[in-house]
């Protein structure tokens, strides 16, 4: 990721700077002080050592690199609006990052999903690595031979595959949205996946 030329650093370079003031080997917590106090190269130091992991993280849930940078670019504005808001008697800057990180990424995934964006892999690939996600260029067959194989799970196994691999929920949010404790809806989605490998095996023998 290019940072001279990012949102995040342009923001930072809008406002002045105390250049007698080194500011690269302070506390997070003691940056979010200086951000909400208008220093806003603060922002930058803060996009320097946390752009790498909040990357990695949305890249796990987005699973496009270019969509994963529009992801830390608006993470990370969002930390600048809303610093404010951030008490460091509640928890760590790191902690309050990675919620901006988690939910930023599920939220953008669910924008892509909604438009469109991904479509089916490779049914072997996606078994094999454990996921259901609709990515790029897939055939008709592909596509209706995943949706037959879903269509043999149990309901309540389909509904939290569906719900993990397209809408991008955590087990936590799948269990508060059908009323089950996260212990079942993690061994609905195992034993859901399991089934979906053992399908394909077989037609992969009747084959």
């Not at 609006?81 to 008697?89: I, K």
């Not at 212990?183 to 609905?188: E, M, Q, S, Y």
């Amino acid at each position: 990721m290019s940072a001279k030329d990012n949102p995040v650093r342009a923001v930072a370079q809008c406002y002045p700077v105390d250049s007698d003031s080194d500011i690269s080997n302070v506390s997070d917590e003691k940056l979010m002080q200086f951000l909400k106090c208008g220093r806003q190269d603060a922002l930058a130091v803060l996009f320097d050592r946390y752009h790498h992991l909040v990357f990695s993280i949305a890249l796990r849930i987005v699973r496009d690199p270019g969509e994963a940078e529009e992801v830390v670019q608006i993470v990370f504005l969002d930390i600048f609006r809303t610093a404010a808001n951030f008490d460091s008697r509640k928890g760590i800057f790191k902690g309050w990052l990675l919620q901006f990180a988690h939910h930023g990424a599920l939220h953008r995934k669910r924008h892509l999903v909604a438009n469109h964006f991904y479509r089916w892999e490779e049914l072997e690939a996606v078994l094999e690595s454990g996921a259901i996600c609709p990515l790029a260029g897939q055939s008709p067959e592909v596509m209706r031979l995943a949706e037959e194989m879903l269509g043999e799970l149990k309901a309540r196994q389909r509904a939290v595959v569906e719900l993990t691999y397209y809408e991008g929920l955590t087990a936590e949010e799948i269990a508060e949205r059908l009323r089950e404790s996260v212990h079942a809806i993690r061994h609905d989605l195992y034993r859901g996946l399991a089934a979906l490998r053992a399908m394909f095996g077989n037609g992969h023998e009747k084959q």
